[in-house]
């Protein structure tokens, strides 16, 4: 079998090196670290409108450096600060996962930096 790992080498808030890939493909799986509304090593401003399409658009940058898109997306992971915050998040992740809609968790979490949302996922492609 083989692994590879994106995105190990980079740092994040004050250039800190984090203990972990953004990504790792391993025969035709791609599991996707958990992504925030990151930008620069920082948190953007604004609501869970704001941070949740910047939150997927990092998801779907890692994606697409993988060569993999939306559609081989079979599972996400979700975490929301506030759950008053569920129905705009699924308004949002609706529009980005509609035509390919994966299998997925959503919970109410505390979050280890100052954000409203996080998305994970898992994403298959056969190796050709």
């Known amino acids: 079998m083989s692994i590879k790992r994106y995105g ?8 800190q090196r984090l203990p972990f890939a953004r990504a790792v493909e391993a025969d035709g799986w791609l599991h996707v670290s958990g992504q925030v509304a990151m930008e620069n090593g920082e948190i ?9 399409h910047k939150a997927i658009a990092n998801l779907i940058a890692i994606l697409h450096e993988a060569d993999y898109g939306v559609e081989h997306v079979v599972r996400c992971g979700v975490w929301l600060d506030d759950p008053r915050d569920f129905w705009t998040f699924n308004r949002i992740y609706q529009g980005y996962f509609g035509e390919h809609p994966p299998a ?16 994970d996922c898992i994403a298959y492609k056969p190796k050709t």
């Open 104 to 119: 997925r968790a959503c919970v109410q979490s505390a979050m280890m930096v100052d954000c409203k949302v996080e998305i």
């Open 8 to 15: 190990a080498e980079q740092g994040g808030a004050g250039g």
């Open 44 to 52: 953007i401003n604004g609501g869970i409108v704001e941070q949740t």
